[in-house]
């Protein structure tokens, strides 16, 4: 075997000449890996006992993509257009051997090779545009020439890859390998040999763009149908446009407007933030003071108790992880129903073609029920999800200390008590965490897990790996009141509140945060949860809020009640602008002595976000986060935050730290304290440094 490079190497194996590749984890393009490749194809046609070249990868996957690391830096030869070039003039046939992710420049250099065969369970795909990019290495212009422009379109624009099978399907491979991959690819590259099989170069192919060149008007068609889902985004059009080149222009032209609007993203704001958040996201799965090798409690069963929405949700993420389920509730009947709720859910999945049939019944075969709390003694993990009553919560886990066996993890899904205090209503408060699930649990991505002063590495890095396994993204935090999310959740309620007394309208401050990339604005999503939660917790507090107050007074809950800041007409959850909510905040402000006045968009905006990554500062401060990506992985996750913008802490860094500390005490002045800069605000601003170098 000779090494080309640290990272690729080659060998004449038979008459096949093998170019393996070995970059972990995941076989990105690095420049070594680049070099070695064109370096591999030049070997193999320079050797005169090879007639065919396989590309294949070690480890856990072909290659996985470029290296993100090397984005933004200055380019090192060869480019990978170069080494696609290579692999496409070889003059002996290449066929790609293809296991586990062929992702974006990886699929790239598959669809550079002659042929392509791929593992049963090998996936494929361009997932560039989730990165804010498009596919850079003539991925436009080859993968329209393979499977047709609406295919195309569709794995370029939504990123999602697809299953070996289906590639087989539409002649994106040529062979589903047997279980021995690589020999599958050399027997395969034997028979292109033996039977005189052409060189098929993709570069070259026009067939499967005749339908879009029939029907132009398939690109606006496609635009249209993704434009809800891709609202803001820059990447899809971009995607779209490239596309419409390869059909547009012969394909050297293609892939030179491939590049300009590849460019055009790679140096925006949006890319940037995108590619910050998919490293922040595998971050905020690493807890700093928690090693690696931190031993791992074994969790192959779990007790849920409350049966609730939120118990059930939550139930669901385990069963669907092939992980056994006790529900425990305190009647027979609150049981049934929930386990009820379960099953219809499934079903409804299930109706939609989301779900087969016998995935629903593998998980509800290991959905139990139980009205007795002894009978979860045996399961490695508890999560209580009953509502928020702290004596309630601390008698549980009392008995709980009791009941279950050591080592067991204490889990509670609360959002707003002291889970230290939870924690010290046990004799081991070390087992104790924080696993608050995002309504519906079932559906949210993010797992805000939090931690006590007392709780172990062991069951925090457990519960790490538990969240990867049941789908979920993962960020630690610490014990405050809200924890991260809701904490920071509470300063754009405020400031959304105040901003309607002063002179806005609900419509107003929802429209600023709809367009600035919120799946909806606070009085929307108030109205989605239902006003009464928290009036009911305000009449617990003996606290009032006159506009918020008013609302519930007239029975308006929000949409399941058909009113609440708007009006949802005949059932829809359009919400509509109601005159009664006008009136409503036109009198509390009368009320309150406050003379309305004009508020433009950009104080509307203002007013919400600057809090939110001031309190967000605070928090980092207190330790409660340990890193800015943290706090953004958790807005993005948990409540919307457009990902373009890469969260509230990296989008202060974007706009400039200066210029958030300056508005801030411009508003604290006008409007008081509650708007004073997080002294690390202010040292930051001062040194001249972003919150990613804080
Ligand atoms: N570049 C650099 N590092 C990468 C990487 C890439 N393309 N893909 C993954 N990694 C790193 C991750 O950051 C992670 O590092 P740490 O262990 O230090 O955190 C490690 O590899 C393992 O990744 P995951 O934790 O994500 O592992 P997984 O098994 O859950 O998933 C995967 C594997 C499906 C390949 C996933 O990593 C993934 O989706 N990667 C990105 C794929 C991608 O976007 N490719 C397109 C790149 S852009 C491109 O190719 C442009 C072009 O046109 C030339």
């Known amino acids: 075997m000779t090494a080309i490079t640290e990272f690729v190497s080659y060998q004449a194996e038979g008459s096949v000449g093998v170019v393996t590749i070995n970059n972990p984890p995941v076989n990105a393009l690095s420049v070594g890996v680049r070099v070695g490749i064109k370096g591999g194809i030049e070997a193999a046609n320079a050797d005169a006992s090879v007639t065919s070249v396989v590309i294949v990868c070690a480890g856990r996957t072909f290659i996985a993509g470029a290296d993100i690391k090397e984005f933004g830096k200055p380019p090192q030869s060869p480019s990978l257009h170069e080494v696609i070039g290579a692999i496409e003039t070889s003059s002996k046939p290449v066929v790609a051997a293809i296991h586990g992710t062929a992702l974006g420049g990886g699929l790239e250099t598959a669809l550079g090779c002659h042929y392509r065969v791929a593992d049963k369970g090998a996936k494929v795909g361009l997932p560039e545009v989730k990165l804010g990019i498009l596919p850079g290495a003539g991925g436009t212009q080859r993968l329209p020439r393979v499977v047709g422009v609406p295919m195309a379109l569709q794995m370029i624009t939504s990123g999602t890859p697809i299953g070996a099978k289906k590639a087989l399907e539409v002649g994106l ?367 617990g507090k003996g606290t009032t809020s006159p506009i918020a107050d008013a609302i519930c007074e007239l029975g308006r809950f929000g949409q399941k009640t058909g009113s609440g800041y708007y009006l949802y007409k005949d059932g829809s959850r359009t919400p509509t602008p109601d005159p009664i909510v006008e009136d409503i905040v036109l009198k509390a402000s009368k009320d309150a002595g406050i003379e309305r006045r004009e508020i433009s968009d950009d104080e509307i905006l203002k007013r919400c976000i600057y809090p939110m990554i001031n309190e967000g500062a605070k928090i980092l401060e207190e330790g409660i986060a340990s890193r800015p990506s943290d706090i953004d992985v958790i807005w993005v996750y948990g409540y919307g935050w457009p990902i373009y913008r890469g969260g509230p802490m990296r989008y202060a860094d974007s706009i400039g730290l200066e210029n958030v500390y300056n508005t801030l005490l411009e508003y604290q002045e006008k409007f008081g304290d509650e708007f004073k800069p997080a002294p690390l605000l202010e040292r930051l601003v001062k040194e001249g440094k972003t919150f990613a170098e804080a």
């Open 173 to 539: 491979i040529d062979e589903i390998a047997g279980d021995d991959l690589k020999a599958s690819a050399m027997a395969f590259a034997q028979k292109v040999v033996d039977e005189n099989r052409p060189l098929v170069k993709i570069s070259d192919r026009d067939d499967k763009l005749q339908e879009a060149r029939d029907n132009p008007a398939m690109f606006d068609e496609f635009r249209k149908s993704i434009a809800r889902k891709t609202r803001n985004f820059e990447a899809p059009e971009n995607c779209i446009k490239a596309v419409q080149a390869s059909v547009d222009l012969p394909f050297p032209e293609g892939i030179k407007r491939e590049r300009e609007l590849f460019m055009e993203l790679m140096t925006g704001e949006q890319s940037i933030s995108q590619r910050y958040f998919f490293f922040a996201e595998r971050q905020a799965a690493k807890i700093p003071d928690v090693p690696k090798n931190t031993p791992l409690i074994d969790i192959n069963s779990a007790g849920i108790i409350g049966a609730g929405t939120m118990g059930g949700g939550i139930a669901m993420n385990f069963l669907q992880a092939g992980i056994p389920v006790k529900m425990v509730e305190t009647s027979q009947e609150g049981l049934d129903k929930g386990i009820e709720i379960i099953r219809t859910n499934y079903a409804a999945t299930v109706s939609k073609g989301r779900m087969s049939q016998d995935a629903m019944d593998k998980c509800m075969s290991i959905l139990s029920g139980t009205i007795n709390l002894e009978d979860i003694k045996d399961v490695d993990i508890v999560i209580e999800a009953i509502f928020e009553n702290m004596e309630v919560k601390k008698e549980i886990f009392g008995k709980l200390d009791k009941i279950c066996k050591p080592g067991a993890i204490l889990a509670t899904n609360t959002s707003t008590l002291d889970i230290d205090e939870i924690g010290e209503a046990t004799s081991r408060p070390e087992s104790v965490i924080g696993l608050h699930f995002f309504s519906p649990a079932n559906v949210m991505k993010l797992l805000e897990e939090v931690r006590t002063k007392k709780t172990s590495k062991t069951v925090m890095a457990s519960c790490m790996a538990l969240a990867k396994r049941i789908g979920k993204i993962p960020a630690m935090v610490g014990v405050c009141e809200g924890f991260v999310g809701n904490r920071i959740l509470h300063r754009r309620s405020e400031q959304s509140t105040n901003l309607i007394m002063e002179g806005a309208l609900p419509q107003d401050v929802d429209r600023v945060l709809f367009d600035f990339g919120l799946p909806m604005g606070p009085f929307a999503m108030s109205d989605l949860a239902g006003n009464d939660v928290g009036w009911r917790i305000r009449q």
